[in-house]
């Protein structure tokens, strides 16, 4: 039986490369949602976001904060300045590691249908960090490791070690799963007190936990969620206890938010996010011949002159030109062939600075801001120059923008120029899920119906009531 191929995709195959480290240096600013960390805490950030860039959506990303700052309100936490980051990651998740930062991965929204559910999650993680779970976690973890060293060492068998590393493995599972319970609890109470209904908490693990189920199936690892492993979260009697315990709200008086749920995430991408969904207000240029690609404000013209590429504003007020050449030395490092170009260079740094490899040096010489990259056999010298010979401060950042945005190309933008994305539909009478996947194109030879069933809550059986909200796929061109 063929399974529904982009849907697959999704929920297993993580598609981004370190390289697109999140491209918030495309901008060339510091992220104002981060200010809030300490250099410690912003290293941890970076590196747990580093397989995955961020999925940037004003909209979404504007309601996911608005949902969790509500939560958050709630919980012991309240007055404490959080944030909340969409990872682009297919798979459907959360998660949190210790610092004010909350991680929703861009898979979950197609498990979920409320803006209730997305409060259960967001609570949830957050109480990990209430009770401080990962830290605790973290010390049982080196405390196993080092008594189980010390008694091999002492009895001179490493049987002994492995016996006690096993038994402490059990103790640390029991510890998971009393966290995940305890979080679980934290979850309810603040979806309680920010007026959401709790039960949402049972259906949204719900859904998940069908996903997991959809995902096992068909092949690939059981994505486990909320210490959820053996029951169904329907019939989870832990689940429904918390549940209890957290509070019932009148009839008619709790927060769904099915409605507002479905506008945030309509038009959501499903499977690889390409590189060319773009930032707001920018342009992406791709060249598979040099292995390259960066982002341009949309306003600027582009032109490929030999071996330049020229941009220029609308008013042509600023350039900014960037010169290919055959790298002479490749055992050379950016940072000395910048020097030896320029060698009066101010504030030299890494183009790409969270990374620990070469990826090129910018810097600055009177009246122009510059940078060198090399890729391949080839080096990439930039230039930007203002009218006058006067660079503003807005236009430095724009500058320097560009160049943090210049990278290799990785697989992901060389692919299909079409892209999978949600989209809802009332059910209308005497449709059904086989009929839906009949009439869904772009899909031929592959499981559209039990696609549309995980999609929806009900896999593997059941039909919708007329007049029901649907999720569906379609596949749309990629805008360049």
């Known amino acids: 039986m063929k399974y529904f191929l982009p849907l697959i995709i999704l929920l297993y195959c993580v598609t981004s490369l370190a390289d697109q480290n999140k491209e918030r240096s495309d901008q060339g600013g510091v992220d104002a949602r981060l200010a809030h960390l300490s250099k410690s805490q912003l290293k941890k950030h ?29 919980s012991a936490h309240a007055g404490r300045k959080y944030a909340f980051i969409i990872r ?44 401080q779970h990962i830290a605790e976690s973290r010390r049982k973890q080196i405390g196993s490791s080092v008594l189980a060293t ?15 590393a096993t038994q402490n493995q059990v103790s640390f599972s029991k510890y998971r799963r009393a966290a995940e319970l305890e979080a679980d609890q934290f979850g309810a109470s603040y979806m309680y007190k920010a007026g959401y209904e709790p039960t949402a908490l049972i259906s949204g693990l719900s859904q998940v936990f069908d996903v997991s189920k959809f995902v096992a199936g068909v092949g690939a690892n059981t994505v486990t969620h909320h210490g959820l492993r053996a029951s169904h979260p329907r019939e989870d009697r832990r689940l429904q206890r918390v549940i209890d315990t957290a509070g019932e709200l009148p009839p008619g008086e709790s927060i769904i938010g099915r409605d507002e749920y479905r506008d945030a995430v309509e038009g959501l991408i499903f499977g690889p996010s390409y590189a060319k969904v773009n930032p707001k207000g920018f342009k992406r240029y791709s060249n598979e011949t040099l292995g390259i690609t ?42 000395d062939a910048i020097k030896a170009k320029y060698p009066n260079l101010l504030n030299p740094e890494k183009i790409h600075r969270d990374s620990q490899r070469d990826l090129g040096t910018l810097g600055a010489v009177p009246a122009q801001r510059v940078a ?4 391949a056999r080839n080096t990439f010298h930039f230039q930007g120059i203002a009218k006058n010979n006067v660079i503003t401060a807005k236009q430095d950042a724009t500058f320097v923008g560009i160049i943090r945005s210049f990278r290799r190309m990785n697989p992901k933008d060389k692919t299909s120029t079409m892209v999978t994305k949600l989209y809802y539909e009332r059910l209308e009478p005497g449709q059904s899920f086989s009929s839906l996947a009949r009439q869904t194109k772009g899909f031929d030879g592959q499981d559209v119906e039990t696609a549309l069933r995980v999609l929806n809550g009900y896999y593997p059986k059941g039909e919708a009531e007329p007049g029901t909200w649907i999720k569906k796929l379609r596949k749309e061109k990629l805008e360049d």
Do not use: C
């Open 46 to 74: 970076l590196q747990y976001l580093q397989p995955f860039s961020e999925y940037r959506d004003q909209k979404l990303e504007a309601y996911v904060t608005k949902v969790g700052e509500r939560v958050l309100a709630q």
């Open 88 to 131: 682009d990651n297919p798979q459907p998740g959360a998660s949190v590691i210790g610092i004010p930062v909350v991680y929703i991965d861009r898979g979950l929204f197609m498990a979920l249908n409320s803006e209730a559910e997305l409060a259960g999650v967001i609570g949830h993680e957050i109480g990990h960090n209430v009770g």
């Open 150 to 164: 010390l008694a091999s060492i002492l009895a001179g068998n490493s049987s002994v070690g492995n016996a006690i």
């Open 294 to 335: 960066f982002l341009r404000p949309e306003t600027w013209s582009f032109e490929l002159k030999g071996s330049k590429i020229i941009l220029k504003d609308a008013d042509k007020t600023v350039q900014m030109k960037i010169e290919i050449e055959r790298t002479v030395d490749k055992k050379q490092s950016s940072l």
């Open 372 to 375: 060198l990259a090399k890729v």
